[in-house]
Nanobody, 120 residues
């Protein structure tokens, strides 16, 4: 069964850090561009970041540039999102999944997401 599972979310104070993981099972990520997007209550989905299949090309939303870093470890079939200097407006459910490119459009199966809450 093909699955994508996000983890690493939680409650953190403003200025704190979290590292999200996106782990694939039942298929390999190494031939895919992967993106993260987030969905906050009452807000539109926002594309946060993506990484190409080689790891050489990355892209970020302006709202997270300089604070978030995407990376991949194909040996572990995992894509990471390191989030530093978190702000309350980063609060959302974060999802990962394949994209048509980097940047690109989401397609196919995306995970159920992991909740990130930034609050004092």
């Amino acid at each position: 069964q093909m699955k994508l599972v996000e983890s690493g979310g939680g409650l953190v104070q403003p200025g704190g850090s979290l590292r999200l993981s996106c782990v694939a099972s039942g298929f390999t990520l190494d031939d895919l561009e992967i993106g993260w997007h987030r969905q906050a209550p009452g807000a539109e989905r926002e594309d946060v970041s993506c990484i190409d299949k080689t790891g050489a090309i990355t892209d970020y939303a302006d709202s997270v540039k300089g604070r978030f870093t995407i990376s991949r470890d194909d040996a572990k079939n995992t894509v990471y999102l390191q989030m530093n200097d978190l702000k309350p407006e980063d609060t959302a459910v974060y999802h990962c999944g394949p994209t048509t490119g980097c940047p690109g459009t989401a397609y196919g199966y995306w995970g159920q997401g992991t909740q990130v809450t930034v609050s004092s």
